[in-house]
């Protein structure tokens, strides 16, 4: 945008992933007016890699975050019911064997070693069942089913896995859609009012009295903004933003880990998740994944240049093969990878030991500096982004009286306003709206669109009426929907944010869309 006239918005919020955009949803819900500049695509770092769970952090319990763990819990609920197109239960199997084993020297570790020395550290069976029953219990479950015991023999559960795994436990837990998850809030947000900037890059931040100054770097040039608070929600670029952007004397930190995940073909054909704990200590999840794949992750590496991008190195991809090749008959090799990604968690640095131990939980603090404040995020995980965001406008509503009163939850995100259970009806609908569609595809639109398929699809009586097919049933139509409601902009925006149908086209059909949506645009 050109260089701005007097107008001062309540909020500039620096970062377009999950935190940002989910604070800048909640508060144009609240009657702030709210600017938010990333300086890329949204959810192009953190909220687009992780490893896709509303989850409450089983091995947390370890750590005794029972407050995360239990926030996490309530909100999968809250936020299953608001968003069931991108967001659905699912049932995690956690094999059992005698040399389960916690991680370095977990707080609980310590203790049981200490009480009971013969255990060498290894994870008792009673003491899973007992995590599991917490597990159960802390949220106020209500929708997802209990944690039940499987005996594998002669079970679908047990037919990938070495005979050696007898028994399993298995709860809930739900996945996400990670990077369309940011993208709703994202689109909610500028429904409501707020001016969403993307591929804009902030230069500097000034303050001036009770006045922030920003100026920002974007598709048609540099512009001036003006902000009565500024937000700092930039993730792996947090302390960055603080030092070369603000240039805050802030002491707090961050502690950038990297977490990396590969995507194989698909290894099993039940629709269950497998939760593996090794003999180091550490946890690795095998997740079925669009449809024909299986994603396994995660690791845990420290990663020191936020500027560097993160990549599954060799290394980690040899480790998570070496993991789950000691729990599925059928061995994987470096071979049977098709694609593999990486992203680093901004935690707080709260001077854990290893990059497992670090905290998941969120810190937010404000500054003033005796002038126009700025509120920073540390960490957080993406389960709690609607708590973390509730959590920010405590911090915010003080600086502006007219705040109104927390209202995300249960409200649901663009195309969720349906049942959780309604999925199915919802496909066949669309299917007996537009016949063409393959079952394949009509499954895809509603888990990315949900009730605004239709707005994507519109008149169409054909598949012709949809223009240039570009592969994987991705036509113009739909790639013109994501560039003026979206902001997609190039193939990469498409193919791995907006959906993963870079797993199904080729280099060359992806170059293909890039060149279509450059003239596009």
């Given at each position: 945008?050109?260089?701005?006239?007097?107008?001062?918005?309540?909020?500039?919020?620096?970062?377009?992933?999950?935190?940002?955009?989910?604070?800048?949803?909640?508060?144009?819900?609240?009657?702030?007016?709210?600017a938010?500049?990333?300086?890329?695509?949204?959810?192009?770092?953190?909220?687009?890699?992780?490893?896709?769970?509303?989850?409450?952090?089983?091995?947390?319990?370890?750590?005794?975050e029972?407050r995360?763990?239990?926030?996490?819990?309530?909100?999968?609920?809250?936020?299953?019911?608001?968003?069931p197109?991108?967001?659905w239960?699912?049932?995690?199997?956690?094999?059992?064997h005698?040399?389960?084993?916690?991680?370095?020297?977990?707080?609980?570790?310590?203790?049981?070693?200490?009480?009971?020395?013969?255990?060498?550290?290894?994870?008792?069976?009673?003491?899973?069942?007992?995590?599991?029953?917490?597990?159960?219990?802390?949220g106020?479950?209500?929708?997802?089913?209990?944690?039940?015991?499987?005996?594998?023999?002669?079970?679908?559960?047990?037919?990938?896995?070495?005979?050696?795994?007898?028994?399993?436990?298995?709860?809930?837990?739900?996945?996400v859609?990670?990077a369309?998850?940011?993208?709703?809030?994202?689109?909610?947000?500028?429904?409501?009012?707020?001016?969403?900037?993307?591929?804009?890059?902030?230069?500097?931040?000034?303050?001036?009295?009770?006045?922030?100054?920003?100026?920002?770097?974007?598709?048609?040039?540099?512009?001036?903004?003006?902000?009565?608070m500024?937000?700092?929600?930039?993730?792996?670029?947090?302390?960055?933003i603080?030092?070369?952007?603000?240039?805050?004397?802030?002491?707090e930190?961050?502690?950038?880990?990297?977490?990396?995940?590969?995507?194989?073909?698909?290894?099993?054909?039940?629709?269950?998740?497998?939760?593996f704990?090794?003999?180091?200590?550490?946890?690795?999840?095998?997740?079925?994944?669009?449809?024909?794949?299986?994603?396994?992750?995660?690791?845990?590496?420290?990663h020191?240049?936020?500027?560097?991008?993160?990549?599954?190195?060799?290394?980690?991809?040899?480790?998570?093969i070496?993991?789950?090749?000691?729990?599925?008959?059928?061995?994987?090799?470096?071979?049977?990878?098709?694609?593999?990604y990486?992203?680093?968690r901004?935690?707080?640095?709260?001077g854990?030991?290893?990059?497992?131990?670090?905290?998941?939980?969120?810190?937010?603090?404000?500054?003033?500096?005796?002038?126009a404040?700025?509120?920073?995020?540390?960490?957080?995980?993406?389960?709690?982004?609607?708590?973390?965001?509730?959590?920010?406008?405590?911090k915010?509503?003080?600086?502006?009286?007219?705040?109104?009163?927390?209202?995300?939850?249960?409200?649901?995100?663009?195309?969720?306003?349906?049942?959780?259970?309604e999925?199915?009806?919802?496909?066949?609908?669309?299917?007996?709206?537009?016949?063409?569609?393959?079952?394949?595809?009509?499954?895809?639109?509603?888990?990315?669109y949900?009730?605004?398929?239709?707005a994507?699809?519109?008149?169409?009586k054909?598949?012709?009426?949809?223009?240039?097919?570009?592969?994987?049933?991705l036509?113009?139509?739909?790639?013109?929907?994501?560039?003026?409601?979206?902001?997609?902009?190039?193939?990469?925006?498409?193919?791995?944010?907006?959906n993963?149908?870079?797993?199904?086209?080729?280099?060359?059909?992806?170059?293909?869309?890039?060149?279509?949506?450059q003239?596009?645009?």
């Amino acid at each position: 945008m050109p260089a701005d006239d007097e107008t001062i918005h309540d909020l500039f919020i620096i970062g377009g992933g999950i935190n940002g955009c989910g604070i800048a949803r909640d508060a144009t819900g609240r009657g702030l007016t709210v600017a938010l500049a990333e300086m890329n695509d949204l959810a192009s770092a953190t909220s687009s890699a992780s490893t896709k769970l509303f989850h409450g952090g089983l091995r947390y319990l370890e750590y005794f975050e029972v407050r995360l763990v239990r926030e996490s819990l309530i909100e999968r609920e809250t936020l299953l019911r608001a968003m069931p197109h991108i967001s659905w239960p699912m049932r995690f199997v956690l094999p059992y064997h005698k040399d389960m084993r916690f991680e370095g020297t977990t707080p609980t570790s310590r203790i049981l070693n200490t009480v009971m020395p013969w255990m060498k550290g290894r994870r008792p069976a009673w003491l899973i069942r007992f995590g599991l029953l917490l597990y159960d219990n802390l949220g106020g479950r209500k929708i997802l089913p209990p944690t039940r015991t499987l005996m594998l023999k002669n079970r679908p559960e047990g037919a990938p896995l070495k005979d050696r795994f007898q028994k399993a436990f298995e709860y809930s837990d739900c996945w996400v859609e990670d990077a369309r998850l940011v993208v709703l809030n994202a689109r909610d947000a500028a429904r409501r009012g707020a001016q969403v900037m993307t591929r804009t890059k902030v230069l500097s931040a000034t303050r001036q009295a009770d006045v922030w100054v920003i100026e920002t770097e974007g598709p048609e040039g540099n512009a001036t903004h003006k902000a009565r608070m500024l937000v700092n929600a930039g993730g792996p670029w947090v302390g960055d933003i603080i030092q070369t952007k603000v240039r805050s004397n802030s002491k707090e930190g961050v502690r950038l880990v990297r977490g990396s995940h590969i995507v194989t073909k698909r290894l099993y054909d039940h629709d269950k998740c497998y939760f593996f704990q090794g003999e180091d200590g550490r946890i690795m999840f095998a997740i079925p994944y669009e449809t024909d794949f299986t994603l396994i992750g995660t690791t845990d590496a420290e990663h020191h240049d936020p500027d560097k991008r993160p990549v599954c190195t060799p290394e980690e991809q040899s480790y998570m093969i070496d993991f789950v090749n000691h729990y599925f008959k059928q061995d994987i090799t470096l071979d049977d990878i098709v694609w593999s990604y990486s992203g680093v968690r901004p935690l707080y640095d709260d001077g854990a030991s290893s990059a497992t131990a670090a905290t998941r939980d969120y810190t937010i603090k404000v500054e003033e500096d005796g002038g126009a404040p700025v509120l920073n995020i540390f960490g957080g995980k993406i389960t709690t982004y609607r708590r973390l965001a509730e959590s920010a406008m405590k911090k915010i509503a003080p600086f502006f009286p007219q705040t109104g009163e927390p209202w995300t939850a249960g409200v649901a995100l663009p195309g969720g306003d349906f049942g959780v259970k309604e999925v199915d009806s919802l496909i066949a609908r669309l299917s007996d709206d537009y016949p063409f569609l393959t079952p394949f595809w009509a499954r895809r639109l509603i888990r990315a669109y949900g009730t605004e398929a239709w707005a994507v699809l519109d008149d169409a009586k054909e598949a012709a009426d949809l223009g240039e097919d570009f592969g994987a049933t991705l036509t113009a139509r739909e790639i013109t929907w994501l560039m003026t409601e979206e902001w997609a902009r190039r193939a990469e925006d498409v193919v791995w944010r907006r959906n993963k149908m870079g797993l199904r086209l080729s280099a060359e059909q992806i170059a293909h869309l890039d060149d279509w949506m450059q003239k596009a645009a």
